[in-house]
């Protein structure tokens, strides 16, 4: 039997989420003995559409919450997702991030039984944020949103669009959500309104592949033709985060950098080099290092050859839903620094493929980055050896596709309830 198959995500090449929406699309393309599969997304939509998220965007603005990170109030659908869920009898779902007005939240109520939802931030339990506060301990999500709530202004959308989301998935026992971390899977749990609903651990793929070692020979001449000397230490770092926006970190990096250059450490600042993608490309000064740019990336066979020629890669991320960058790094046999927390947790273990900082500091982010590089090169060669190990055994290919064609399976079967 041949399952028809429909995976909608806002797109399937910009941002983590739409990376993951198209490796899952690999995996039903790789089985094409059991699912046909067709794609939805916004990638190309015309201007009507993008008039309708305009108005989103301006209309979420009149609320002020302190906190910076996006919020999306998704008032509207994007047409071809509820024209696919017309003919839902023989067809299977899996919604991946359904933002920017792609499924609108009057409309949760349409989605198909037997549908499987793929949560990449916490929005879809929260308000209209993706991800909760950080220094707020009130928890609304897990015991409901007050519309009178103290340090929020303006139009409070966070308790308003958490109602409706709230009345249209609290009762649904026949959609499957999806997590890709324990991190995750503990807050959705404990969430009111997804506390009863079948949730279960789906981490994203990692194609180990792809994501590999670059040959020694290759990787020094890579190093070469970017006037890097081979004993120089390279540190890597993801740039498309903004500069901002608290939950990344990357204020934090700057600052452990800055304090950097006070530390004893077994190589001058001059031998130190850092490498960073996602921004614009440049080759400059960052304090007394030097900082090459890369500029954004398509090409994956490229991104992991940066981190290939990496002794490590920095994520100095406050919160990760799973922490794509950081596995794709272990996974080229690359240590990673990173703080203790969220999603990070389930690819990171301390002195084992990487070392966490404990707190959010920059001096402590700083304490790691130095002790890495105080390291013996042969300790940070095993970290990354026992990186690589890790991925393959939780995050490759041959892993997630048996834990997702099974949850697939139960879907299938709750469509028949």
Known sequence: MIYKTIIISFSFVRGGAGVSAARFNHILSSNAQSYSVDLIHQDNAGMLQLFKRVISFILVKFQFDNNPIKHSLNLFSFKPVLKAFENSKDTLYHLHWINNDTLSIFDFGKIPSGSVITLHDEWLYCGAEHHYSYNDN??????????????????????????????????????????????????????????????????????????????????????????????????????????????????????????????????????????????????????????????????????????????????????????????????????????????????????????????????ALCSEIANIINLPKKIRLEMGNNGRKHVLEKFSYPIITKQYLNILKDASELKKI
Not at 181 to 189: D, I, P
Not at 203 to 218: A, L, M, V
Not at 289 to 313: F, M
């Open 138 to 363: 009130s928890k609304d999500f897990i015991h409901g949103y007050s519309y009178l709530k103290k340090g929020v202004l303006g139009i409070h959308w966070n308790s308003l669009i958490w109602s409706i989301k709230y009345k249209k998935l609290f009762h649904r026992r026949d959609l499957i959500f999806t997590t890709p971390s324990r991190w995750m899977y503990n807050r959705a749990k404990s969430s009111l309104i997804l506390k009863n609903c079948d949730v279960r651990l789906l981490p994203n793929p990692i194609n180990t592949d792809i994501f590999k070692p670059y040959p020694k020979d290759d990787a020094k001449k890579y190093r070469r033709n970017l006037h890097i000397d081979d004993d120089c230490f390279v540190l890597v770092f993801a740039a498309s985060t903004k500069k901002y926006n608290k939950l990344k970190g990357i204020n934090l990096l700057y600052d452990a950098l800055k304090l950097l250059q006070s530390k004893k450490l077994k190589i001058p600042i001059s031998k130190i080099i850092l490498i960073n993608f996602g921004g614009l490309k440049g080759d400059a000064k960052l304090y007394s290092y030097r900082n090459i740019s890369i500029g954004h990336i398509d090409n994956e066979i490229d991104l992991a050859k940066i981190y290939s020629i990496a002794d490590c890669v920095v994520v100095p991320s406050m919160f990760e839903s799973f922490g794509q960058v950081s596995a794709e790094a272990i996974s080229c046999c690359s240590p990673v620094v990173c703080f203790d927390t969220s999603g990070l947790r389930d690819i990171i273990i301390n002195n084992y493929n990487g070392l966490i900082a404990k707190s959010f500091t920059h001096t």
